[in-house]
């Protein structure tokens, strides 16, 4: 069979998925192998400007239905159908789009360009095991080889990129979002943490100041947003024992001075009263519960982009 008549019999690539969340793109590679081939596109390389990270993915299973995004929308189909013949044709391939690439009739607005490694899946261990670590909220690594054509768990790197001639995709738990509060703030940023994916724990009368050693790690953000200023100290002293990349609190500049004062009362040093992030949110003042939840988030979702790029 010649490529036209390849091309002829291959299923047209079709969405079937509207996520980027690499948790969820690596499910759908293990729910769709049950079926049939599976092949995984990853970002490998960028020249100039990207709509995404090294190390995003293209999911695509032998129906042509994919997953996942490698630039803001305008390649994924084209990827698509680069791994449906790769799948046809059984061996690993590499795609090149935009800046350098024989296929001129596809442009990136931004003007750079994006290489894509294109994996026949062969099994799925490599992948159930970092999905396992995902939902212990630990993070993961996978090691692309292109000339083994094989996809393995790896050390868990600083960044993705090329390591002695594999590619490294990083892994990390999504955001705990962990909201005290008895307050309309609290409730909106909630609602909104919730939609934007986040792991959203509001503590009440459940949960008290002494859970949230088993609630917080290195990937928990708290937004402590009570208006008054004692029932939000055993909130902090604990949050600020834990490793939680984000604390921010409810209040002006005064009350933090306020707050600061009392909390070296209780002995809390210096270093960790400057991890608070007072007054809470990227911008304000704010004279709204809606307009105050997504300052809070906007600064949550920068934090973690510095703590985890």
Same mark, same amino acid.
């Given at each position: 069979?010649?490529?036209?008549?390849?091309?002829?019999?291959? !299923?047209?690539?079709?969405?079937?998925?509207?996520?980027?969340?690499?948790?969820?793109?690596?499910?759908?590679?293990?729910?769709?192998?049950?079926?049939?081939?599976?092949?995984?596109?990853?970002?490998?390389?960028?020249?100039?400007?990207?709509?995404?990270?090294?190390?995003?993915?293209?999911?695509? #299973?032998?129906?042509?239905?994919?997953?996942?995004?490698?630039?803001?929308?305008?390649?994924?189909?084209?990827?698509?159908?680069?791994?449906?013949?790769?799948?046809?044709?059984?061996?690993?391939?590499?795609?090149?789009?935009?800046?350098?690439?024989?296929?001129?009739?596809?442009?990136? !607005?931004?003007?750079?360009?994006?290489?894509?490694?294109?994996?026949?899946?062969?099994?799925?261990?490599?992948?159930?095991?970092?999905?396992?670590?995902?939902?212990?909220?630990?993070?993961?690594?996978?090691?692309?080889?292109?000339?083994?054509?094989?996809?393995?768990?790896?050390?868990?790197?600083?960044?993705?990129?090329?390591?002695?001639?594999?590619?490294?995709?990083?892994?990390? !738990?999504?955001?705990?979002?962990?909201?005290?509060?008895?307050?309309?703030?609290?409730?909106?940023?909630?609602?909104?943490?919730?939609?934007?994916?986040?792991? &959203?724990?509001?503590?009440?009368?459940?949960?008290?100041?002494?859970?949230?050693?088993?609630?917080?790690?290195?990937?928990?953000?708290?937004?402590?947003?009570?208006?008054? !200023?004692?029932?939000?100290?055993?909130?902090?002293?604990?949050?600020?024992?834990?490793?939680?990349?984000?604390?921010?609190?409810?209040?002006?500049?005064?009350?933090?001075?306020?707050?600061?004062?009392?909390?070296?009362?209780?002995?809390?040093?210096? &270093?960790?009263?400057?991890?608070?992030?007072?007054?809470?949110?990227?911008?304000?003042?704010?004279?709204?519960?809606?307009?105050?939840?997504?300052?809070?988030?906007?600064?949550?979702?920068?934090?973690?982009?510095?703590?985890? #790029?």
């Amino acid at each position: 069979m010649n490529g036209t008549e390849i091309l002829n019999v291959l !299923p047209t690539p079709v969405r079937v998925l509207e996520s980027d969340d690499p948790a969820e793109l690596l499910r759908f590679a293990v729910t769709s192998f049950a079926r049939g081939p599976v092949a995984v596109a990853t970002l490998t390389g960028i020249r100039g400007s990207a709509a995404r990270r090294l190390g995003s993915h293209v999911v695509i #299973a032998a129906d042509g239905g994919y997953a996942g995004f490698v630039s803001g929308g305008c390649v994924e189909a084209a990827v698509a159908a680069e791994a449906l013949l790769a799948m046809a044709d059984g061996h690993d391939r590499t795609a090149v789009f935009g800046e350098g690439s024989p296929f001129f009739d596809i442009v990136l !607005p931004c003007g750079g360009g994006i290489t894509i490694a294109i994996h026949v899946l062969r099994d799925v261990g490599a992948i159930e095991h970092t999905l396992h670590n995902l939902a212990a909220r630990r993070p993961a690594a996978l090691c692309y080889d292109p000339q083994q054509q094989a996809l393995r768990c790896a050390p868990v790197p600083e960044r993705p990129g090329w390591d002695n001639g594999g590619f490294l995709s990083v892994y990390h !738990p999504v955001t705990r979002m962990v909201i005290s509060g008895r307050s309309i703030e609290a409730q909106k940023l909630a609602q909104l943490a919730a939609c934007a994916g986040y792991d &959203t724990l509001a503590l009440g009368p459940s949960l008290v100041a002494d859970d949230i050693g088993e609630l917080a790690d290195a990937y928990t953000a708290f937004a402590v947003l009570y208006h008054d !200023p004692d029932a939000e100290l055993p909130v902090l002293h604990r949050a600020l024992q834990s490793p939680a990349f984000y604390i921010g609190a409810l209040g002006s500049m005064r009350t933090h001075r306020a707050r600061a004062e009392r909390l070296r009362g209780m002995g809390i040093p210096e &270093t960790d009263i400057a991890r608070i992030k007072a007054p809470i949110g990227m911008f304000g003042p704010t004279r709204d519960a809606s307009s105050l939840a997504i300052s809070v988030l906007a600064d949550v979702a920068a934090a973690r982009l510095a703590a985890f #790029a």
